[in-house]
């Protein structure tokens, strides 16, 4: 995915304490956030965002992305880490999606007792900022696509249970794992 990490190992190994994670109705998860620099405070809150992603997977035994605004910070910054491949994200924007949707049930680090279910493009190509400022672009199918679309809409102030599909379409995640599918969620 990113070799930032990989080339900075020291910057990956150290850990900071996690930040407090903000939940649903936190107003803080509703702001459209502002444009970030690469710089050392953007670095600053990618290592609090992988550092609270770490607890919370810990605690919570899922999880693999974070955007800035579950911490509190306002601005266009997001962490994911999938299979330990690390992929920091500044300004990350939409170059394309998909036409083909994907139905699933989602789940939040901001409402993590709670599934939705909704539709997400099957396919994106975005455009971000590396660490290092560095223009990228990443295509994505599948569960990165879906997550890559979940962490993008936390910039614009924008929660999955916005885009449930119905009235039916939430769960607690104990009737979720009791009636409709378990081990199938996707879990941000």
Known sequence: MNDYYSAHPLRYHVSMPAQRIRQLGDPVLRAVCTPA??????????????????????????????????????????????????????????????EEKLRLWDDCFSFPDLLVQLERAASVRIRYLDPSGLERRLEATGALSELLQHEIDHLNGVLAVDRALDQNSLCTREEYNRRISPGRAESA
């Not at 800035?68 to 910054?77: D, T, Y």
């Open 37 to 98: 620099t690469p710089g050392p405070e953007a670095q600053s809150v990618l290592d609090d965002l992988r550092d609270t992603l770490y607890e919370f997977r810990r605690t919570r035994g899922f999880g693999r992305g974070i955007a800035a605004p579950q911490i509190g910070v306002e601005k266009r910054l997001i962490y994911i880490e999938i299979d330990r491949s690390p992929l920091p994200l500044i300004n990350p924007v939409f170059e394309w999606q998909s």
